[in-house]
């Protein structure tokens, strides 16, 4: 029966890759649970037993690599290597984020000691890159850090990071798309809002209706459709034009630089100094989405850390100079908070500087939003070839050897949101999605080198439990008492205290279960531990409301979970078991230690 119906199921991704159009509700739920009312609801009395089965269960590398990513029948194109990632890395994160954030953190939070908050900062994104380097290294698929959890932590974990990760990419293509909107109306010497559409009759907020948003959407998808190597090819001239442009803020800028600016230098002290370091953090973010591309690099264990790293180690140096040459030129309490590189070059007579730095801002804003078009739809396709999104999804394009489905289709979400609205509630929202992903990776890394199912003994396996859960819950202290404590730093030296003697008790007591075949993050465990303690304490910096949006927003992941991923994962892991794929689960491996 079950081989049966993985005929019929390979059938129909067949067929619909054949006429490309034309859809049915089978090819959207194809699995054995939602072919009746009856089978549905046979599948909802099985949910206990199924979710018992599901939560703790575990793929592996093999069918991740193999069987999880052929279902998509056709493989991408490799035609990256690692100069095309250095270009696609420094255009992922190098977008609008250091012309405005370096504005706030100056004046209110840092002064001129703003520098080293972005080395701060930078340090704890290229914590995170390292982490994320060894997992894209041994794991080279289009589902980047949703591929190593589901690995790793097991499919629940995966699934509600992945919703996390889909909502994270659709808001910030959003948000880039409506800023470009902004900086192109500054270019024509316009206001920000010119180009948009005021409709009094919707509500505040969403009344500002931005058709140009909706249009350079559409023509990056277009690009991003149709060849791979020519988006690559594409990012690197505008990315190149970019860097080109803060090379003129440096050299322009340091020529009217005045050393006196620079006292004094910490005005706010070592807090204000961290608080910018919070904030600024999000100027780095978007290297993630160059590890879906994996399966589309020539050489992974060359190319992806040469890439991931390399672009990472430059833009955290042009950051911290751009900052640097932007308090040498101006007091850092004369600093404006919406455009400070702008009003920095007039307060020094260049005011048509400010046509160069829009234009910069603008190309950087291009290149960030091709890069997120291109990675939403690989860690789509992914979700989609687990079943935890419909198999529909997961098809590549025969002839371009790129997504083409599911990039129209997230494509068109960020399309509908950027149209109607101002994303000012859904900012901090997005900020939490990201810090939960990039807090899950290091954990995932930790447990994939200290943990192998069936090997290790029941005794290290609850000792590593334990030593997470006290990383966690300490980074979680430090986050709190950060939060709540304006006066003191008792609370946060305790509990960074437990944090240090709990990743040197787990460096001294557990042996690593597991090496890297190619490349691997160093210092374990404290590199993982210590990226797993900043996100988590960078997480204290943002509002209670958006927890509690967050928290909602979970929730109605758990509901979807329950009533339709659960069961379409359950269906999906049988057909690939079927197929003689090997899946791991740690209640039984668990069970098989204790009988041996």
Same mark, same amino acid.
Request: glycine share 8%; charged share 15%.
């Given at each position: 029966?079950?081989?049966?119906?993985?005929?019929?199921?390979?059938?129909?991704?067949?067929?619909?890759?054949?006429?490309?159009?034309?859809?049915?509700?089978?090819?959207?739920?194809?699995?054995?649970? #939602?072919?009746? %009312?009856?089978?549905?609801?046979?599948?909802?009395?099985? &949910?206990?037993?199924?979710?018992?089965?599901?939560?703790?269960?575990?793929?592996?590398?093999?069918?991740?690599?193999?069987?999880?990513?052929?279902?998509?029948?056709?493989?991408?194109?490799?035609?990256?290597? %690692?100069?095309?990632?250095?270009?696609?890395?420094?255009?992922?994160?190098?977008?609008?984020?250091?012309?405005?954030?370096?504005?706030?953190? &100056?004046?209110?939070?840092?002064?001129?000691?703003?520098?080293?908050?972005?080395?701060?900062?930078?340090?704890?994104?290229?914590?995170?890159?390292?982490?994320?380097?060894?997992?894209?290294?041994?794991?080279?698929?289009?589902?980047?850090?949703?591929?190593?959890?589901?690995?790793?932590?097991?499919?629940?974990?995966?699934?509600?990071?992945?919703?996390?990760?889909?909502?994270?990419?659709?808001?910030?293509?959003?948000?880039?798309?409506?800023?470009?909107?902004?900086?192109?109306?500054?270019?024509?010497?316009?206001?920000?809002?010119?180009?948009?559409?005021?409709?009094?009759?919707?509500?505040?907020?969403?009344?500002?209706?931005?058709?140009?948003?909706?249009?350079?959407?559409?023509?990056?998808?277009?690009?991003?459709?149709?060849?791979?190597?020519?988006?690559?090819?594409?990012?690197?001239?505008?990315?190149?034009?970019?860097?080109?442009?803060?090379?003129?803020?440096?050299?322009?800028?340091?020529?009217?630089?005045?050393?006196?600016? #620079?006292?004094?230098?910490?005005?706010?002290?070592?807090?204000?100094?961290?608080?910018?370091?919070?904030?600024?953090?999000? =100027?780095?973010?978007?290297?993630?989405?160059?590890?879906?591309?994996?399966?589309?690099?020539?050489?992974?264990?060359?190319?992806?850390?040469?890439?991931?790293?390399?672009?990472?180690?430059?833009?955290?140096?042009?950051?911290?100079?751009?900052?640097? &040459?932007?308090? $040498?030129?101006?007091?850092?309490?004369?600093?404006?908070?919406? =455009?400070?590189?702008?009003?920095?070059?007039?307060?020094?007579?260049?005011?048509?500087?400010?046509?160069?730095?829009?234009?910069?801002? $603008?190309?950087?804003?291009?290149?960030?939003?091709?890069?997120?078009?291109?990675?939403?739809?690989?860690?789509?396709?992914?979700?989609?070839?687990?079943?935890?999104?419909?198999?529909?999804?997961?098809?590549?394009?025969?002839?371009?050897?790129?997504?083409? &489905?599911?990039?129209?289709?997230?494509?068109?979400?960020?399309?509908?949101?950027?149209?109607?609205?101002?994303?000012?509630?859904?900012?901090?929202?997005?900020?939490?999605?990201?810090?939960?992903?990039?807090?899950?990776?290091?954990?995932?890394?930790?447990?994939?080198?200290?943990?192998?199912?069936?090997?290790?003994?029941?005794?290290?396996?609850?000792?590593?439990?334990?030593?997470?859960?006290?990383?966690?819950?300490?980074?979680?202290?430090?986050?709190?008492?950060?939060?709540?404590?304006?006066?003191? %730093?008792?609370?946060?030296?305790?509990?960074?205290?437990?944090?240090?003697?709990?990743?040197?008790?787990?460096?001294?007591?557990?042996?690593?279960?597991?090496?890297?075949?190619? %490349?691997?993050?160093?210092?374990?465990?404290?590199?993982?531990?210590?990226?797993?303690?900043?996100?988590?304490?960078?997480?204290?910096?943002?509002?209670?409301?958006?927890?509690?949006?967050?928290?909602?927003?979970?929730?109605?992941?758990?509901?979807?979970?329950?009533?339709?991923?659960?069961?379409?994962?359950?269906?999906?892991?049988?057909?690939?078991?079927?197929?003689?794929?090997?899946?791991?689960?740690?209640?039984?491996?668990?069970?098989?230690?204790?009988?041996?």
């Amino acid at each position: 029966m079950i081989n049966s119906n993985n005929e019929n199921v390979d059938q129909r991704h067949s067929t619909l890759t054949k006429r490309g159009c034309g859809c049915s509700k089978k090819d959207f739920l194809p699995e054995e649970s #939602f072919t009746s %009312w009856g089978s549905y609801g046979q599948a909802l009395l099985e &949910t206990k037993a199924r979710l018992k089965n599901r939560v703790l269960s575990r793929s592996s590398d093999q069918s991740e690599l193999h069987k999880v990513r052929d279902s998509s029948q056709h493989q991408m194109k490799k035609s990256l290597n %690692w100069f095309d990632l250095i270009w696609l890395g420094i255009g992922a994160v190098m977008g609008a984020g250091v012309f405005v954030l370096t504005g706030e953190a &100056t004046k209110s939070l840092a002064g001129p000691a703003v520098l080293l908050s972005y080395a701060i900062s930078g340090l704890s994104a290229l914590l995170s890159v390292l982490c994320y380097t060894e997992f894209s290294v041994e794991l080279p698929v289009a589902g980047g850090s949703f591929a190593y959890l589901r690995v790793e932590l097991g499919d629940f974990v995966a699934f509600i990071a992945a919703g996390n990760i889909l909502f994270e990419y659709i808001v910030v293509g959003a948000s880039v798309a409506r800023s470009w909107t902004s900086y192109f109306a500054t270019l024509c010497n316009h206001q920000p809002d010119d180009f948009r559409i005021n409709v009094s009759s919707l509500s505040e907020g969403y009344n500002h209706l931005d058709p140009v948003a909706v249009v350079v959407t559409l023509l990056i998808c277009a690009c991003a459709c149709v060849s791979m190597k020519g988006s690559s090819r594409f990012n690197s001239i505008l990315t190149i034009l970019h860097v080109a442009v803060m090379v003129f803020v440096l050299v322009v800028g340091l020529s009217q630089a005045n050393v006196a600016n #620079f006292s004094p230098f910490a005005p706010f002290g070592a807090r204000g100094v961290l608080k910018a370091s919070a904030m600024l953090f999000f =100027a780095y973010v978007g290297f993630d989405g160059i590890t879906t591309l994996g399966e589309e690099i020539k050489n992974p264990g060359r190319d992806i850390p040469v890439g991931l790293i390399g672009s990472m180690v430059v833009v955290i140096i042009t950051y911290c100079l751009l900052a640097a &040459t932007l308090c $040498l030129m101006q007091p850092f309490n004369q600093v404006d908070v919406n =455009a400070p590189f702008t009003i920095a070059f007039q307060a020094v007579g260049m005011n048509w500087a400010k046509f160069i730095v829009a234009f910069g801002a $603008l190309k950087g804003m291009t290149t960030v939003l091709l890069a997120n078009i291109i990675a939403q739809a690989r860690y789509f396709t992914h979700i989609a070839r687990t079943h935890m999104a419909p198999p529909f999804f997961s098809v590549i394009n025969e002839k371009t050897g790129t997504p083409v &489905t599911a990039t129209v289709v997230m494509t068109v979400a960020n399309c509908i949101i950027a149209f109607f609205t101002s994303l000012d509630i859904l900012a901090n929202l997005v900020s939490i999605a990201t810090l939960f992903v990039y807090s899950l990776v290091p954990v995932a890394l930790l447990v994939r080198r200290y943990y192998v199912s069936g090997e290790t003994p029941d005794k290290d396996r609850n000792k590593l439990i334990m030593f997470l859960v006290l990383i966690i819950l300490s980074s979680i202290g430090s986050g709190v008492f950060w939060a709540i404590s304006e006066h003191t %730093w008792l609370g946060c030296i305790i509990c960074a205290g437990v944090w240090f003697f709990t990743t040197l008790g787990l460096h001294l007591t557990l042996k690593e279960a597991r090496q890297p075949k190619v %490349w691997g993050t160093p210092l374990m465990p404290w590199l993982p531990s210590a990226s797993i303690a900043i996100n988590v304490f960078i997480m204290g910096s943002i509002d209670g409301a958006s927890f509690v949006r967050f928290s909602v927003c979970s929730a109605i992941l758990l509901i979807y979970y329950l009533l339709v991923g659960l069961h379409a994962t359950y269906d999906g892991a049988k057909e690939i078991e079927s197929k003689g794929t090997n899946t791991t689960d740690i209640e039984a491996s668990a069970r098989t230690n204790a009988n041996k």
